[in-house]
């Protein structure tokens, strides 16, 4: 019984352990740049990427190794003098909006940020017609 | 009793069944490039195992359509796809490949285990060309026309259904 456990357990694990490189994380996945300034503006943008491998985690609090390569990337780019804007952008470019979590009015994202307006109004609607004519 | 009273109900079993039907529906995390339609990015790459041939965006640009195929020895997918790899090769395809974090030893090893079809493979350490191309893992082959155009992307590994596809999205690309 405990073999057959150890054995479910082994194979339950070996696979996902099978799946990962060896390799050294990149130089800025886990190290701060030297700028506090640079490195709290890294931080922020950081916290709204997503990371493309873990799905519901952003960049900062994912270990998986591209999450690191992707907060390289990040830091590097602050470093050098882009703004996260930019950064952001350059990363939407290639995955998306799927890759950041800090939603733009675009053509398929208004609804969102019209329906709780449009919701507020029709309230405002029937709250007035119920009281608004109360002497 | 208003007829009117069973709208916010409706309303919010409309919201269950919603709910439910999403549940059932399988999970979509495929995350597809951008890139496709757009100039392959800038890049060079050190050989991917020693003694081997550097690669370079450039060398995408001479007139023969490519497969770019993102890979990894420690991939085991990329194991699955290796014969369909080899067979899109004998039926000519010219196939490039970009190691992601990987060993030149490992590298030789796998090649060595599964076959080598690639005309040469470039060595991504910082996974910084597959973020440049928008790719979000292992394998994935990209097509890139004779002129470094993104053609087509290929999410996952190759299975031998999409061999037969990806032979006539180079055909179209020009091959």
């Known amino acids: ?135 | 009793m208003s007829w009117r009273l069973w709208i916010p109900l409706m309303v919010f079993a409309g919201f269950i069944g919603l709910a439910a039907y999403q549940l059932t529906q399988p999970k979509d995390d495929i995350v597809e490039s951008r890139m496709v339609g757009q100039e392959l990015p800038y890049f060079e790459l050190p050989p991917a195992v020693e003694r081997g041939e550097s690669i370079s965006s450039a060398d995408f640009a001479d007139g023969t359509p490519r497969l770019l195929n993102i890979w990894a020895s420690w991939c085991l997918p990329c194991i699955a796809e290796a014969p369909h790899l080899e067979r899109l090769q004998r039926e000519g395809a010219e196939i490039v490949g970009i190691a992601i974090r990987d060993r030149p030893e490992d590298v030789a090893q796998f090649l060595a285990q599964h076959g080598n079809p690639y005309t040469a493979i470039g060595r991504d350490d910082l996974s910084q060309v597959q973020l440049e191309i928008g790719s979000s893992g292992v394998p994935e082959t990209f097509v890139i026309d004779g002129e470094g155009m993104i053609r087509y992307q290929h999410i996952g590994d190759i299975r031998p259904e999409d061999v037969p596809i990806l032979l006539e999205e180079l055909r179209k690309a020009g091959a």
């Open chain 1, 1 to 135: 019984m405990t073999r057959l456990l150890a054995a479910m357990l082994l194979t339950a694990f070996a696979l996902p352990l099978a799946a990962q490189d060896t390799m050294p994380p990149a130089p800025y996945a886990y190290r701060q740049l030297d700028d506090p300034a640079a490195e709290a503006e890294a931080q922020d943008l950081m916290e709204t990427l997503r990371c493309l491998k873990c799905q519901s985690q952003s960049i900062a609090d994912s270990d998986a190794p591209m999450a690191g390569d992707m907060r390289h990337q990040v830091r590097i780019r602050i470093a050098s003098g882009e703004s996260p804007n930019e950064v952001r952008q350059w990363l939407t470019e290639r995955y998306g909006d799927y890759v950041s979590y800090e939603p733009q009015i675009s053509a398929t994202t208004w609804p969102l940020f019209a329906i709780p307006i449009l919701l507020v109004l029709v309230v405002g609607a029937i709250l007035y017609r119920r009281f608004g004519k109360l002497p």
